[in-house]
């Protein structure tokens, strides 16, 4: 009976024995600036960045390393990032360049290789998820191409109605009937903003080309028309996965799936509880 | 055996119940505990596939990023310290200044503001929270660096922004030129208040219709060349000297009477809005100031690209 005593007791020491991480580094002392009697050293410096960005580095670091390695760097990736700069140097003007030195990049091409191009393939990266997983990402977010106009009177929701049962073009009849809901044809998802009687009938429609016929919001008092124009996924597959990539619950999957995929592992404690506790998805 | 089964059956029970409460107490604890891991006597941070991330490499991909603004923030405060003695008066004022932040953090965060402001020093390049009274010391240390600053730049300032403290009272007119006879009236009144001899800051709290100033007797605080008032109103405000009183001012908005409080540097040195308008008027004074005093401590730099990264960052020696 005593040894039995003895052994609980034992297994509960051992228990609070666990070791803990840490991820200090090996050359601490060394001296980055000497002002004065005052020596700031490598290790000051990095606790100071490890306190404050450490958890966001380690993701930021790791995002960029998985995408490095899934998602190669295309020529449209350097035609998009140049594209970025023009309409940054149109809002800051001259300035824009300035801007970048101050904030510690040596150029513009230094910004777009370490910013750009980093943030492109992340994106990138989310798509590729998307299409590994497509056929369970489109019965969860059911895409659809839709075309959508809204009124705020029933008379005016009907006449555009008969007028596109004439055959007028959908915008042409959103236009001419001063829709006040954008009209141009957009890739519709569960999570798109829309009254649930409009959703319901796009979650329905399975042919297309489908027009609704006025669908009242009673919530807003306003009356909705829809048309349908591809209930089929595959027609518009590279723009569906586009408008899911968008999705920030999507986005925080596909990070979780590639993490576990890589087989992501903190030693460090103080980091591993940072990212639990700002990540809680990406520690599993 | 059976017997023994029958004659020991609750204590059986008992150490049955006791292993399985030390299985889950063993697993429970250690789940969320991180195990250390080290590659050729380096900690590893982080691993993907067989990817090790040590800290070396950490700290390089940290400071790629934001080095440069830590070890500036750590020299700022390194040479601030240096070059203002720390008197008894400071630390007794940087105690208190630090009770008053912690209330302020208790109040903010409730339970949590250990944490919280614990992160914050500690993102400060501090280890504890006892420390909050040594970085208020250096606050106090830095607005004497300041306050010196502005007395050597104060007379070239002084002479190109015409720095004033004023007060003023509004008689508001929908149309100044053809004023209504009950402005008129207003006026009237607000004239012969004066006369009377009330002082300018009860009459401009009574009657002044800049309900923003007329609760604090007409106060406006710092104005300078760079003040946005209208042309009229700031041509006679600067042009007076202390204790002068401007001529009725006619603007878009009425008349205004202006009194001219102060135009001495002890004055101004504790009115707000005067450190930032010097310091807005000379943006590299401090900076170039810093780094001079950093060459007569014989500051040494880790290398020449890194004290050409912090000038850049405190904008000092661009063209050098």
Known sequence: ?284 | MKDIIKKYWFIGLIIVALVAGVAYYAIDSTKDIVQGKTVDGENVVYSLSDNDVTAGQFYDSLYEDMGASAIAQLFQFALVDQLVETTDEMLVEAEAQAEYTIDQFKSSYGATYEDTLLAALKSMGYDSIDDLSTHMVLQLKYNVILEEAATDLFDEFNETYSPRILSHILVAMADPENPTDEELAKWEEVKTALEDGTSFAEVAYTYSDDTGSATSGGYLGYSDTTTSYVTEFLEAGLALEAGEYSEWVKTDYGYHLIYCEATDFDTLLVTDGFLDAVFTAYPTYISELLFIKADELETVYESDELEAQLKALFGVGGDE
């Open chain 1, 1 to 284: 009976m005593k040894k039995i005593i003895t052994l609980i007791c034992l297994a509960l020491l051992l228990t609070g024995c666990a070791t803990s991480g840490s991820g200090a580094i090996s050359d601490p002392d060394t001296a980055i600036i000497t002002v004065g009697d005052t020596t700031i050293t490598k290790g000051s410096v990095y606790n100071m960045m490890y306190e404050s960005y450490g958890a966001s580095q380690i993701i930021a670091d790791t995002l960029e390393y998985i995408s490095n390695q899934e998602i190669e760097t295309t020529d449209a990736m350097y035609e998009e990032a140049q594209a970025s700069i023009t309409m940054q140097t149109l809002i800051y003007g001259d300035t824009f360049e300035e801007l970048l030195i101050a904030n510690g990049f040596a150029s513009t091409d230094d910004y777009i290789e370490r910013i750009i191009i980093p943030s492109l393939k992340v994106s990138a990266l989310t798509e590729k998820y998307i299409e590994i997983n497509f056929d369970s990402m489109q019965e969860t977010y059911t895409p659809k191409k839709i075309q959508v106009m809204s009124f705020t009177d029933l008379e005016t929701a009907e006449k555009a109605l008969s007028e596109l049962a004439s055959g007028t073009e959908f915008t042409q009849v959103a236009t001419d009937n001063s829709s006040t809901a954008a009209s141009a044809e957009t890739v519709y998802t569960v999570k798109s903003d829309y009254p649930i009687d409009v959703k319901v009938y796009i979650a329905d429609a399975t042919e297309d080309n489908q027009l609704s016929d006025v669908i009242y919001d009673a919530e807003n008092g306003a009356y909705y028309i829809v048309l349908v124009t591809s209930a089929d996924v595959n027609s518009f597959k590279e723009e569906a996965i586009a408008t899911i990539a968008t999705l920030d619950d999507v986005e925080a999957q596909s990070f979780d799936y590639y993490l576990d995929l890589y087989e992501f592992s903190v030693y460090d404690e103080t980091l591993y509880n940072q990212i639990k506790a700002t990540y809680p998805d990406y520690l599993d």
